[in-house]
């Protein structure tokens, strides 16, 4: 028998260190798959999506790949990864949605890849802070408007009452003045559309939508209810100084980079993305202070100091005023945390190393703030509603608390944060100055279904609400 010489052995062992050493290198993260080829963990996953991630997070550790549905979803969730997702040039915002974009709203995967930046750059540049002056006096206007048709007392469904007060604020000040309907009928038609749609978009985000009777349907009205508005919107004169709405200036950007002339898409875009979470946040943050007796007290106590005694028709809220009532303010980012959207997502576009293991190009990055807000060493107690966890933050300076994600973060942070934050105050503000309102339900339950946006309250919560005196 011939005898292996030591430098073939020692040759060998080199060569075998090496593989092991680039195995290493290249290993994914653990991955979630399943039996069924294509389909992998998408059943499972389906069913209850951030009780699956967490669950997965527990058992695997803090970064894993979910294959489901032919596609590959590697979650990120401490430090390390939480910092590539954001910081790094090897992953995409644009890659991540555009598929997204095509099935909720029709927009081709070229031209939203063409238009995205500088649509991006106008809208935030709108809704920056020192712009947001432009908004409080038709919010406040809308709002009030609203409010006198809820008449002096009543008991609503808590979610109907909001999307009473906000729908027509919302769509009134970003695509034009009296855009929404009036009409009883068309109110109602309006409603069962969006609401359609709203509650669908995540399936329709995500199958084709011939398999979505009903949401396609309603897709279909919404986008007609566009083509047939935007001569409209276009020839509308905002303001005394003659500012563009939002939505305005969305349509010169797609003009003048396509020159295309109606874009019902994009107008059904920005009516999803500005009432799909701001509703909910507004419904969280009234039914959090209505079940808090101190806090509800103290926001009160705070309101009469400000405008004084109830009873004054139309109370205008300034900057200064908010800056008074910073309560509030903490109320409606508390209740943000807790009801944080399920995931942000990013398309990984060169292979990253995130701990000891190597991302592949092709996957989705994704991270939940929803968790992320639930980790104890970021956010002390994190189930329980503290709006005074918000004192640590440099508001005046427009910083959120550190690992507060529920408006993404990096180059394409949420660009309606501001605006958003500003009108749900006013409208809690206004309605707590003209009602003294109580829930007759406990506080709801939140869906645990939601990984686009955030979460949604479950079963009935009931307002009761009368005239101050
Ligand atoms: C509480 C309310 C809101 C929440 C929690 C929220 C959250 C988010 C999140 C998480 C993103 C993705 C950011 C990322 O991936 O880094 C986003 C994007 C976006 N949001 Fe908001 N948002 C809210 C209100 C609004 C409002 C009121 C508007 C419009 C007036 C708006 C317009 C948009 C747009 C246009 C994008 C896409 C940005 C892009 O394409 O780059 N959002 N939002």
Redesign the pocket.
């Known amino acids: 028998m011939e005898i292996v010489s030591p430098t073939v052995i020692i040759f060998l062992g080199c060569i075998a260190f090496l593989l092991l050493l680039q195995w290493k290198n290249l290993r994914g993260p653990p991955c979630i798959g399943g039996w069924i080829p294509w389909i992998g963990a998408g059943f499972e996953f389906g069913k209850a999506p951030l009780e699956f991630i967490e669950k997965a997070r527990i058992k695997y550790g803090p970064i894993f790949t979910v294959f489901a549905v032919g596609t590959r979803m590697t979650f990120v969730t401490e430090e390390e990864g939480i910092d590539v997702f954001l910081n790094s040039k090897r992953v995409n ?1 644009e890659l991540a949605v555009q598929n997204l974009m095509y099935r909720v709203a029709s927009v081709p995967k070229n031209i939203y890849l063409t238009l ?1 930046e500088k649509l ?1 750059i106008m ?1 935030k540049g709108k ?1 920056r802070t020192f712009n947001l002056y432009q908004f409080h006096e038709q919010l406040t206007e809308e709002l009030h408007e609203q409010l006198k048709n809820l008449g002096t007392h009543g008991t609503m469904d808590l979610n109907h009452f909001v999307r009473h007060l906000l729908y027509p604020a919302t769509m009134n000040t ?1 695509f034009k003045k009296d855009f929404f309907p009036t009409n009883k009928s068309k109110i109602m038609e309006f409603c069962q559309h969006f609401e359609t749609y709203d509650k669908g978009f995540e399936r329709g985000s995500q199958m084709p939508e011939c398999l979505l009777r009903n949401w396609s349907k309603s897709k279909k009205w919404l986008l007609a209810l566009f083509e047939e508005n935007i001569p409209d919107i276009k020839s509308y004169t905002a303001g005394k100084d003659n500012s563009m709405t ?1 939505m305005q200036g969305v349509l010169d950007i797609i003009k003048m980079e396509t020159n295309e002339q109606k874009s019902p898409n994009y107008g059904l875009l ?1 009516l999803w ?2 009432l799909s ?2 509703v909910p ?1 507004a419904v969280w943050t009234l039914a959090f202070v209505l079940s808090h007796p101190d806090i509800h007290k103290t926001v009160m106590e705070d309101i009469s100091s400000v405008f004084g005694s109830p009873g004054k028709d139309k109370i205008k809220v300034s900057e200064d005023d908010l800056k008074k009532l910073l309560l509030i303010k903490w109320c409606v980012l508390e209740a ?1 945390r807790l009801r ?2 399920g995931v ?2 990013r398309k990984v576009v060169k292979p990253v190393k995130i701990l000891n293991y190597t991302v592949p190009s092709g996957d989705l990055l994704m991270l939940s ?1 929803f968790w992320l807000h639930r980790n104890p060493k970021y956010f002390p107690e994190p189930e329980s509603f503290k709006p005074e966890r918000w004192k640590k933050a440099n508001l005046e300076k427009h910083a959120f608390l550190d690992s507060f994600l ?5 180059k ?6 501001w ?2 934050l500003l ?1 749900i105050q006013i409208c809690v503000i206004l309605t707590l100055y003209k009602y003294d309102c109580t829930l007759l339900d406990s506080l709801p339950k939140q869906s645990f279904l939601h990984l686009v946006g ?1 979460q949604q309250p479950e079963g009935q919560c009931r307002i009761e609400y009368k005239q101050r005196k």
């Open positions: 915002f995205h991006y809208m809704m970003l939002l920005l993305a500005s979470n701001v946040v943000i944080a959207p942000i997502t703030p529920a408006f993404g973060s990096g394409y942070q949420c660009p309606g944060r605006f958003a009108e955030v």
